[in-house]
């Protein structure tokens, strides 16, 4: 049977990793080696959850959310198909944003649906706090943000949070139409050693 077009990138990319793990002759190259997982701790898997609140500011003095890209005029229903943002949004243990700081939550997200509103985020939670301070976990996902929960998920982490994956659950707690500042309640379930 054919190799459906739409397959056909997988499929060499499965034959580039196999050929990698598995040469047809000769030793594997000088830049790959199987290494023993014994001294990663691999043995047990743990679920952790986290419930922290973002504060994505867009206006005044502290703002942690920058435009980097203004979205260009296209004949879209989303007005603002195409830009994108820098975040360097604080998470917080309560709601309020003076209340203790868990991390830090750093990376962009940018308009990318045409029929509603939904970014495609792509940060990294830096946590600051905890036997996790210094460790990160990279979200990447869509966020149709007016939908009540948001799914997004978790694809790797470093630090105590090596080898990770799980996913967020993000609702939005308060949202000021007037200047677009938002608190969004994130809850995280991840998989880690
Ligand atoms: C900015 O943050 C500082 C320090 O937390 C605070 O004193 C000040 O009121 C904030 N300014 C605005 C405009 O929110
Ligand atoms: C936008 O799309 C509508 C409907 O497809 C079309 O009639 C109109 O000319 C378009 N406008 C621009 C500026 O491309
Ligand atoms: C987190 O780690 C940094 C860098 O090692 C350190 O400066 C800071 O005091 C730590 N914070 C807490 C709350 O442990």
């Avoid at 603002?80 to 997200?109: H, N």
């Avoid at 301070?133 to 105590?160: A, C, H, I, W, Y």
């Amino acid at each position: 049977m054919a190799t459906p077009a739409f397959l056909l990138p997988f499929t060499l990319s499965l034959l580039l990793t196999l050929s990698l793990t598995f040469p047809a002759t000769g030793k594997p190259p000088a830049f790959l080696k199987s290494v023993s997982p014994s001294p990663f701790n691999l043995g047990t898997q743990k679920l952790s959850r986290f419930e922290f609140y973002w504060h994505d500011t867009v206006t005044g003095a502290n703002a942690s959310s920058i435009n980097i890209v203004k979205p260009p005029a296209v004949n879209s229903s989303i007005p603002g198909f195409g830009f994108v943002s820098m975040i360097d949004d604080p998470m917080t243990e309560k709601p309020e944003i003076g209340s203790k700081m868990v991390g830090r939550a750093q990376g962009f997200y940018g308009e990318c649906s045409q029929e509603e509103l939904a970014l495609v985020m792509s940060m990294n939670f830096v946590f600051m706090t905890g036997w996790y301070n210094g460790s990160t976990l990279t979200v990447v996902g869509r966020n149709p943000v007016n939908q009540k929960v948001r799914e997004m998920p978790v694809v790797g982490g470093s630090g105590v949070f090596r080898f990770a994956r799980g996913y967020v659950q993000a609702s939005t707690y308060s949202f000021n139409t007037k200047t677009g500042d938002a608190v969004v309640r994130y809850n995280v379930y991840v998989m880690h050693y």
